[in-house]
């Protein structure tokens, strides 16, 4: 069979995950035709100006369990007729890893089909869940997702991760023919890149993300009261904690020990990650390899991070950043106080910039996915 392009299909998007897919879509653009079948995508993405894109439903997933449920078949069913009927050779599932209807059509109408997960998201799901249903029910729920997910896996061509470790956190073996644990995507390295010399940086650690519990915010705040006096805690970014946040080191804002930047726009990114001499990222294994530590590296930022899913790929202890071996508030002040008084930050600084620059600049990418497609159509 000629070699006819990719179609990707993703579940209902958010911004963060707009932005993962909009980076993908580019890769694949430079290898051939690509073409994104979807559900939500943000009004402003630019997406639609640089891509074929096919929205199945602007309905979103719905305010409740049961109606997200709902929703989630009816997208399935909508997602097989369009796959069914595209004429791309390929059919990469990214994120949407538990649409196993779309994935099965894909298979019977002779399409080669690939799952891509971006993250855990039965996990994610569960941690979304308890907070709605008692623990037992937002288990049992999760565990069906994870059957779907897994069942994926198994009727696709291949599965691809973005490290050999978030393959492993997820229960495949990166050695097995049918894994591809390569499929990490790309810092723009030259939005991304140190404008500060690391030693002329502000004694700034921060955190970029969301304000939510599963990023280890109340952890974090404990810490950030803790800190050296002569070392300001900078959060970037914003979330259900917001207000909380704001009470709680009311006292640490007002002295500028704590500083609260809010919501800052991609653009903006750079800027901040250029003033921090460390990066704080505690977090549960619902990311496969979050951008923004990517994107710390590539600003000659060293990463603290939890050592999970594909974080230890890249966050090299001693040698890119740090990994949190616990996510305790006194385990972590223990951690930071021995890591900023070392005396090799700038090497280590320099040391992250290199590995984005050799190993996920958008070159590299466009290679290891040249690779992964052509091994799926062998």
Request: hydrophobic share 45%.
């Amino acid at each position: 069979m000629p070699d006819r392009g990719v179609c990707v299909v993703t579940h209902p998007l958010s911004s963060s995950g707009e932005n993962a897919t909009r980076t993908l879509l580019d890769v694949l653009a430079a290898l051939g035709p690509v073409s994104l079948v979807t559900a939500d995508l943000p009004a402003a993405s630019t997406i639609r100006d640089d891509h074929e894109v096919v929205e199945i439903t602007r309905a979103g997933a719905g305010d409740s369990i049961l109606v997200a449920a709902v929703r989630f078949a009816l997208n399935q069913l909508r997602m097989s007729r369009v796959v069914a009927g595209r004429d791309e050779d390929v059919v990469l599932f990214f994120g949407a890893t538990a649409y196993l209807l779309p994935v099965l059509v894909a298979r019977l109408v002779g399409k080669t089909v690939a799952v891509e997960p971006r993250g855990d998201v039965p996990l994610t799901l569960k941690l979304n869940w308890r907070q709605r249903v008692p623990d037992p029910v937002a288990a049992v729920l999760a565990g069906l997702v994870r059957l779907l997910e897994r069942t994926s896996f198994a009727a696709a061509d291949g599965v691809v991760t973005y490290t050999p470790n978030m393959a492993r956190q997820l229960g495949l073996d990166p050695d097995d023919a049918d894994v591809h644990p390569n499929g990490a995507r790309y810092v723009d390295t030259d939005t991304f890149a140190p404008r500060t010399p690391y030693g002329d940086r502000p004694k700034t650690v921060g955190f970029l993300g969301r304000l939510d519990e599963e990023k280890g915010i109340r952890t974090l705040a404990a810490v950030a009261r803790r800190l050296p006096d002569d070392y300001t805690f900078r959060f970037i970014g914003s979330g259900d904690l917001d207000d909380w946040l704001a009470d709680e080191l009311d006292a640490e804002i007002e002295t500028g020990s704590v500083e609260l930047a809010g919501w800052v726009d991609h653009d903006d990114v750079p800027r901040e990650l250029d003033g921090l001499r460390l990066l704080v990222m505690p977090s549960e294994p619902t990311e496969g390899l979050p951008t923004t530590i990517l994107e710390a590296l590539a600003c000659g930022t060293p990463v603290y991070a939890t050592p999970v899913a594909g974080v230890p790929d890249v966050v090299r202890a001693g040698d890119t950043g740090f990994l949190m071996e616990a996510a305790d508030a006194d385990r972590i002040l223990t951690d930071l106080e021995r890591i900023l008084g070392r005396d090799d930050l700038a090497e280590i600084s320099a040391n992250g910039r290199a590995l984005v620059e050799n190993e996920y600049s958008f070159d590299a990418a466009v290679d290891r996915y040249r690779e992964i497609l052509a091994a799926l159509r062998a």
